[in-house]
């Protein structure tokens, strides 16, 4: 008994460890499409081509993402605003950006 739960553990772990890998993929390929959109204004486009694609469907799968369309759109907008995926995941940037939420939520109140 003692071996089937260690090798449960154990593959569930793997698992944990395959779909972190394929999460970096996903996000090594945002920031390329940003550097693309940059460098020549196509970034949201090249994204969708690669995620709509089978190796991206695959990788997106694999990542335990769901490849749909949805998916894609999100995917595209993300890229649209170009902010690097290492500032995105920052604490910084979450500060930042729940400051100016608070910030617009404000002005909205003192608008009506």
């Known amino acids: 008994m003692r071996d089937f739960v260690d090798g449960t553990a154990f593959n569930n772990e793997q698992g944990n460890r395959a779909r972190k890998l394929f999460a970096a993929v996903v996000l090594a390929a945002l920031d390329d499409a940003i550097a693309d959109d940059k460098k020549y204004g196509n970034g949201p486009e090249q994204i969708a081509r690669w995620a709509r694609s089978r190796d991206g469907r695959e990788v997106l799968s ?51």
């Open 62 to 112: 694999c990542a335990g993402i769901d490849p749909n369309e949805r998916v894609v759109t999100g995917l595209m907008d993300f890229v649209g605003k170009g902010v690097r995926t290492s500032v995105a995941l920052s604490r910084e940037e979450s500060e930042r950006r729940a400051v100016a939420e608070a910030e617009a939520a404000d002005m909205e109140t003192r608008a009506a």
